[in-house]
């Protein structure tokens, strides 16, 4: 065997090492883990608990599942259970912009959900259409719209 001819031998194996390296590294979709989020409702409100869902999988579809708010971790690591999927419950205590974050083996996905101030509104009966009441509010309503 001449030495060109184990040359040309060992450059072919290391092109076959390399291609192989490219193709892993080529193709990350196949190890995503984080495929979706979600938080349930449409009209967030503080004080309210919502339920973050995160939708993983790939090859790092069993690790723990990381949610976050802002930057700030909203409770402890989860397992995906059942397979594929994890969930963790929310209370937003500010209104604005949150950015819900989800991490499981190095990837991430985020959505921005608009949470709005808490309805204000007393503990009383919200059926009643009377303006009096025994209460300063219901007296000073009552005054200024002729009630008595």
Known sequence: MTSLSIIRRGAGAGLTALAAAVTV???????????????????????????????????????????SDNGEFIGGPKVPWPPGSATIEWKPSTPGQHIITVEQGGTTKSIVVEVSKASSGGTGSSGSSSLSGTG?????????????
């Open 25 to 67: 590294l080529a193709a990350p979709s196949a190890y995503a883990a984080v495929q979706s989020v979600s938080v349930e409702g449409s009209d967030h409100k503080v004080g309210t608990t919502y339920t973050i869902t995160a939708e993983v999988g790939g090859a790092s579809g069993g690790l723990l599942v990381y949610f």
């Open 136 to 148: 300063s509010a219901g007296k000073l309503l009552g005054g200024l719209l002729g009630s008595s």
